[in-house]
């Protein structure tokens, strides 16, 4: 059964950085694309940054210049490092998997985790 945990989550002065974690277990993680994803409250799901098998990455556009997504292999985990924080940012921040390929789609993704909240105050 593969579980994603996310961590790094917290409150944070606009300006301020975070690192957000998501730990992999139960699966073949060095061959799984991992994407990040958030939603704010009355909001819809939102793509933010994805990394494939072979850490080739794509940004969302809010997300190009500030957000940087990574993985270690080794430790089955992939980050997400988000400097220059603003209000907007504010919203549950999710990590999932899917085979291979990264895409924008949530629903492509087969596993993921719980979410950690992210708050950006002004």
């Known amino acids: 059964q593969v579980q994603l945990v996310e961590s790094g989550g917290g409150l944070v002065q606009a300006g301020g950085s975070l690192r957000l974690s998501c730990a992999v277990s139960g699966g073949a993680f060095s061959t799984y694309a991992m994407g990040w994803f958030r939603q704010a409250p009355e909001k819809e799901s939102e793509f933010v940054a994805a990394i494939n098998w072979r850490s080739g990455t794509h940004y969302a556009d809010s997300a190009k210049g500030r957000f940087t997504i990574s993985r270690d292999n080794a430790k089955n985990t992939v980050y997400l490092q988000m400097n220059s924080l603003k209000p907007e940012d504010t919203a549950v921040y999710s990590c999932?998997?899917?085979?291979?390929?990264?895409?924008?789609?949530?629903?492509?993704?087969?596993?993921w985790g719980q979410g950690t909240q992210v708050t950006v105050s002004s």
């Open positions: 999932a998997a899917r085979d291979l390929t990264l895409t924008t789609t949530p629903t492509a993704y087969d596993y």
